[in-house]
C-alpha cells in the first residue's frame, strides 16, 4: 500500500524556521518525482517545490525559491522541506505528493497546484506575526 506521512507542522513566529518530513512507503522513491504543497484557508491548492529523487534535481516556486529547500534521504524514504524566514502568509496546511510524471511535466503540473497521484494527509503550518 502506498502511503506519504506528513509531519514537522507546528506553529512559529515570524522569521522562524520549520522542516516538514514526507515518509513514504509502498513504493520506490527514486522511480518517483516527490512534491510539496500548501493550502491556506479559502485559497487555491498551491505547488511549490518538488524533486526527482533517482538525480536529485530540483525546482521552487517563485514564491519560495530562497526560503525553503526540499532534499531527501533516500534510506529513510524519506522527503524533507526545510523553511526558513517564515511568513504569516505561508501559513496553510502543507502536503506532499508522488507522482511518476516526466521532469518538465511534472514542474508544470506542480506550478498548476495539482498532482494525479498519492497524497499524504498534510500537516498544519501556522506563522504567528
Known amino acids: 500500500e502506498v502511503q506519504l506521512v506528513e509531519s514537522g507542522g507546528a506553529l512559529v513566529q515570524t522569521g522562524g524556521s520549520l522542516r516538514l518530513s514526507c515518509a513514504t512507503s509502498?513504493?520506490?522513491?527514486?522511480?518517483?518525482?516527490i512534491g510539496w504543497f500548501r493550502q491556506a484557508p479559502g485559497k487555491a491548492r498551491e505547488g511549490l517545490s518538488c524533486?526527482?529523487?533517482?538525480?536529485?534535481?530540483?525546482h521552487y516556486v517563485n514564491s519560495v525559491n530562497g526560503r525553503f529547500t526540499i532534499s531527501h534521504n533516500s534510506a529513510k524514504n524519506t522527503v524533507y522541506l526545510q523553511m526558513n524566514m517564515l511568513k504569516p502568509e505561508d501559513t496553510a496546511v502543507y502536503y506532499c505528493?508522488?507522482?511518476?510524471?516526466?521532469?518538465?511535466?511534472?514542474?508544470?503540473?506542480?506550478?498548476?497546484?495539482?498532482?494525479?497521484?498519492?497524497w499524504g494527509q498534510g500537516t498544519q503550518v501556522t506563522v504567528s506575526s
Open positions: 505528493a508522488a507522482v511518476t510524471l516526466r521532469w518538465f511535466e511534472a514542474i508544470r503540473k506542480l506550478e498548476s497546484g495539482y498532482w494525479n497521484g498519492y
Open positions: 524533486i526527482s529523487s533517482s538525480d536529485g534535481d530540483t
Open positions: 509502498g513504493f520506490a522513491l527514486d522511480d518517483y518525482t
